[in-house]
């Protein structure tokens, strides 16, 4: 192997980090802008606040 292939990040390795920023953006839209999530959650569902709340907790732990 090449000093120049060594250096770089094994692709297994940045799609970690590329899916850990998906989720912590997501995980922070939940919080910031949560009318968007709102809008995919049945309006008959029981406690839709607490449920895109809670799952933008999941995705913002996830990719801690």
Known sequence: MSAAAA???APRAVGRWALALVLLVAGLGHLANPEVFLA???PWFPARD????GSGLVEIALAV
Request: proline share 20%.
């Open 40 to 42: 995919q959650v049945p």
């Open 50 to 53: 607490a449920v895109v709340l």
């Open 7 to 9: 250096d770089r990040p």
